[in-house]
């Protein structure tokens, strides 16, 4: 993976190292009767990893949602980079340098690697201005994909559609589709899922390399292993309440978190 190529990937968009990238304050997302997500505080400082976990149904990826902004907040704020970001649309928070990837793979299976990936960088762009981009925008998209494959090791697959490739190849380029956009934030809705050990280390080595050129990240992920190793600070979630958060060995040893997981789910791996 290309840590030299740091210098050329969106360090216009980085954040200065422990500035404050992203807070919520207080945000309450409510189904009618349903409090999925409910008095949340988090503060996600740049250039680091941090992991959501909680037993089914403890509102990550509501609380994903709100921080892609594709449900409206019951109440709170959100402050991206130090503005106001509860009332943007979610079209355009990757122009702003928010990225994410799902949870389920969604890749254009027909597409090559490339193509794909140059979706992402793409929709960096301002809404609406891909279709009259000039030469010299397109050189520029060229370049941002290139070094998006380049970081997440699919050097040699541009030409391939993504079917060819195994699953933990496909989550790469999913990745690579996000870093395309050359985000300040990277949100990961269980990048390791269905994933065996080999492609779930790899990932986990992916992750850390782009920390090292500066990407904050926030992971949601049920391996508490995977979160425990990948992760610089855990939040943890129960009913859509944080019942803790801090570093993760302590996180996870915390009674609260122990009963969320050994209570509802009888998980002993906690
Ligand atoms: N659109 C919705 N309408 C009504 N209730 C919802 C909606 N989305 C989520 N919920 C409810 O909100 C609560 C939190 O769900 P959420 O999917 O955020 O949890 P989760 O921790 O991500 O779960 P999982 O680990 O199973 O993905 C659950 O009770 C869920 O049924």
Redesign the pocket.
Known sequence: MAASTAATTGDERRAEPEATVLRADDVAVH??G?K??DGVSITLTAGRIFGVL????????????ALTRL?PLTRGRLEFQGKPYDTVRPHTIAARGVARTF?TVRILPGRTVFDNVALGAESAGRPGSIGRAGKAERGRVRQRVRTAIERTGLSGKERHRPDELSYGYQRRVEIARAIASEPTLLLLDEPTAGMNRQERDDITGLLDDLRGEGLTQLL?E?DVQMMVEACDHLFA?NF?ELIADGEPESVVRHPAVQEAYLGTQGRAHA
């Open positions: 189904f009618g349903v999925a997500v909680g037993p089914n149904g403890s509102g990550k990826s509501t609380l994903l949602a449900v949870q949601i049920h979630m859509g």
